[in-house]
Nanobody
Framework: VQLQAYGGGLVRPGENEQLSCVSSANIFEFNEMAWYRQAPGKSRDLVASINVGGRTSYSESVKGRFTIFRDGARRTLFLQMTNLKPEDTAVYYC?????????WGQGTQVTVSS
């Protein structure tokens, strides 16, 4: 399984950005897909997840601002980020879990700065 992330870059506080992650496999084969992020010097933390049934979950820091969704026909996972803040600056990773196996994308940098 390969996961390729797109999007990110430099954005200003308050702006929006959308990340996408294209899977080489049918995304409905995964029990769960998720976005994680890792800021410099910090651990990789879960941002948002969506399970095979479509149930979503968010970290408290992004709840109400970020939306995770998917397009099965395009085998793509998305993360719509709104009202971005400097503390959202991190490398964002998409991830997929199939039973006990977890796959990771290559990561994409999001920098929120004026």
């Amino acid at each position: 399984v390969q996961l390729q992330a797109y999007g990110g870059g430099l954005v200003r506080p308050g702006e929006n950005e959308q990340l996408s992650c294209v899977s080489s496999a049918n995304i409905f084969e995964f029990n769960e897909m998720a976005w994680y992020r890792q800021a410099p010097g910090k651990s990789r933390d879960l941002v948002a997840s969506i399970n095979v049934g479509g149930r979503t979950s968010y970290s408290e820091s992004v709840k109400g601002r970020f939306t995770i969704f998917r397009d099965g026909a395009r085998r793509t996972l998305f993360l719509q980020m709104t009202n971005l803040k400097p503390e959202d600056t991190a490398v964002y990773y998409c991830s997929a879990r199939e039973m006990s196996e977890r796959y990771w994308g290559q990561g994409t940098q999001v920098t929120v700065s004026s």
